[in-house]
């Protein structure tokens, strides 16, 4: 590849969805802004790798170059801001606040969910010692002035992958993709609304829970979710599927690398499947999960992108770079595999004392019924985005909750205003 891995995704035409995240972080008091901008323009110094804006280069492909401005720290209002423009000093990260609340906003060019989670923990950790004149003990949170983790800055390169053939030989089983909830969400003003809910449970009721089902944390939301579609949709529909994102970092040598290459894990349930009791459909999804996570899954997967980014190189010009990556894109081209809704969880994360000044840390991301699950110490978090107006998803939920008497909150609907970017003209 000729460019950094973190460029490639910004070729994609954005139209109706945002590559981005829009990361939410409920403080328990009201927002200082200003300590909140001074605490921001000093975690950035912890990750130069975002502090960056892009440029074309002469043969039409973007490249990040180093950012010195600040890290634009603004309120809400009205339209969110883009990414990349002159309003957040053209990077590709910048902070909102409103209230209690602080929403970091980041291109998924740059990062994953993973990947965004330390920088968040950083600014807050970094926010709530300025705020209370205090050091929370918080050993598991990056600190302003340490050092880089080895290859945290590192991408990966073809000749990291493995040659050796996948054990994963599942096909797809051809599962239901929700058109029409698109259709409507794109082109139906009367039900169109890109909202999402977030639950929340206590981590030890999922713990004692995961434990008697043969399952994980991740896997049991992946099944609960599978369970609330199979209440939604319609029968003649005969199979659900999900994707589940995959970081496969550590398989290939690079455990701290902050960039986005990820692989996907697909399961697909017979609706029969659904019906099944947890623990049976625990302990087959981790299986799942298990093999398609494999080193060599991995390094299959990653030959591909690859090939598709060495021929984005190929062409010259912005314009047709764009036009065949949003034409060949590997997640949603013709040669995708379908899935009917997708389920990521980023990993528990430690924050340590700094927890207790945070009622909650809820991802939003783009798109229907496309889930992540975040954690805050004792606590888990449930995404579920739409991108219609309706109480279906969300009903059926907690019908499926409720039934297997697990405790849990729900708040929304919420408008996820998540951003888009501004790129340079060619």
């Avoid at 994980?216 to 529909?237: W, Y």
Wanted: proline share 6%.
């Amino acid at each position: 590849m000729k460019y950094s891995i973190d460029t490639y995704r910004l070729y994609l035409k954005e139209k109706q969805f945002h590559y981005s995240m829009r990361m939410r972080v409920k403080m328990r008091e009201k927002v200082d802004p200003v300590i909140l901008r001074k605490a921001a323009n000093e975690a950035i110094k912890r990750y130069p790798y975002f502090a960056v804006k892009l440029k074309i280069d002469d043969d039409g492909g973007f490249v990040l170059l180093p950012n010195d401005a600040e890290i634009a720290v603004l309120p809400v209002e009205g339209k969110t801001r883009d990414l990349g423009s002159k309003e957040v000093n053209y990077h590709l990260c910048f902070i909102e606040y409103e209230e209690q609340v602080i929403y970091f906003n980041m291109s998924h060019s740059l990062c994953g969910g993973k990947g965004v989670q330390p920088w968040i923990m950083t600014n807050v950790y970094q926010y709530v010692k300025d705020k209370y004149g205090k050091e929370p003990d918080a050993p598991g949170i990056r600190k302003p002035g340490e050092e880089l983790l080895e290859g945290e800055d590192a991408e990966p390169t073809p000749e990291m992958l493995l040659d050796e053939e996948s054990p994963y030989k599942g096909k797809s089983k051809d599962p239901y993709t929700p058109y029409i909830d698109y259709i409507n969400g794109m082109f139906n003003p009367f039900i169109s609304y890109s909202c999402y809910r977030f639950y929340t449970f206590k981590q030890d009721d999922i713990v004692r829970f995961i434990k008697k089902n043969d399952a994980s944390v991740q896997s049991f939301f992946v099944v609960i979710v599978g369970k609330m579609l199979d209440r939604v949709l319609a029968p003649k529909h005969p199979v659900i599927g999900v994707k589940i994102s995959h970081n496969p970092c550590g398989d290939i040598g690079l455990p701290n690398s902050h960039s986005d290459f990820l692989t996907a894990i697909y399961i697909d349930y017979e609706r029969e499947q659904l019906k099944w009791d947890m623990k049976k459909l625990g302990t087959m999804t981790r299986g799942q999960i298990q093999i398609q996570s494999d080193p060599t899954e991995s390094s299959r997967q990653l030959k591909g992108l690859f090939a598709y980014y060495e021929e984005i190189d190929k062409i010259k010009g912005l314009k047709g770079k764009m036009e065949y990556a949003t034409k060949h894109n590997l997640s949603s081209g013709k040669e995708a595999r379908r899935h009917t809704y997708m389920c990521n969880y980023s990993g528990r994360a430690e924050w340590g004392e700094v927890a207790d000044y945070i009622e909650d840390y809820v991802a939003i991301v783009e798109g229907n019924i496309i889930c992540e699950v975040t954690s805050l110490n004792d606590r888990i978090f449930l995404t579920l985005p739409q991108v219609i107006r309706t109480d279906k998803y969300a009903d059926a939920l907690n019908e499926v909750l409720r039934e297997l008497s697990i405790p849990f909150s729900v708040s929304g609907p919420f408008e996820k205003r998540l951003p888009k970017h501004t790129l340079p003209d060619a």
